[in-house]
């Protein structure tokens, strides 16, 4: 499976997200190839203090830009059982060249009115790339860094659900010191010595969600 983890605005946690799903599924048993196709190597960086702490990461790591993101991911499919796409917070052509060849694309939204402004955006972008493919990519919405306790967070989902386009997933990742804390040694919020146990819950329900409905889609064509 092919997940592409994109959007259309820097600093909404794509590179944690991409990289605690690609330890989360090296965990489960899978071989993993984890593309950096964002400029900024933000998951390049996690995977070199990935490899200081544990000697390995775990996974294969390509960094990859422009139109050959598309080309290279199709010939490497065969070869993994999964591969996670890390794109730029915008329109670039990274990014829609790995959701031409996804099966999976996931977008966060952080719970501020100014990270909404660009959900139509997104919301287009999918259905424009949508369009021109023979077999269409799920697509999620989800929010990241909710707020512990605010109305935020539900005024954000009731936002998100009015996209057709993009399938808005109920299962928050909470802002907590855990993501970042990890991060900084190229670890997965499970993978500390003392793990935070609400956060390692958090992606264990999204990213079982995400998952679990694009395999029972991707079975049903």
């Not at 996690?46 to 139109?67: C, D, K, W």
């Not at 990270?115 to 919405?141: C, G, H, N």
Request: hydrophobic share 40%; aromatic share 8%; glycine share 6%.
């Amino acid at each position: 499976m092919v997940i592409v983890v994109g959007s259309q605005k820097g600093g909404v946690g794509k590179t944690t997200v991409a990289t605690n799903l690609a330890a989360w599924l090296v965990a489960k048993g899978h071989e993993v190839l984890l593309v950096d196709a964002d400029d900024q190597a933000s998951a390049s960086d996690f995977s070199a203090y990935r490899e200081q702490t544990r000697g390995t990461t775990g996974y294969t790591l390509v960094q990859i830009n422009g139109l050959l993101v598309r080309k290279q991911i199709e010939a490497l499919r065969p070869k993994y059982d999964h591969i996670v796409v890390d794109t730029g917070g915008r329109d670039t052509t990274s990014q829609r060249a790995a959701m031409f060849v996804c099966d999976v694309f996931i977008t966060p939204f952080n719970p501020r009115s100014y990270d909404l402004w660009t959900i139509t955006k997104v919301s287009e972008l999918v259905e424009e790339v949508q369009s021109m493919r023979t077999v269409p990519m799920m697509a999620y919405s989800f929010i990241n860094r909710a707020d512990v306790k605010s109305q935020d967070n539900r005024q954000v989902s009731e936002v998100l659900q009015g996209y057709e386009s993009l399938a808005f997933l109920p299962h928050p990742l909470t802002n907590r010191k855990a993501f970042a804390n990890s991060a900084g040694v190229g670890l997965a919020v499970f993978e500390m010595e003392q793990p935070d146990e609400k956060a390692v819950a958090e992606i264990e329900k999204l990213f079982n969600a995400i998952t679990h409905a694009s395999y029972t889609t991707t079975k049903a064509v």
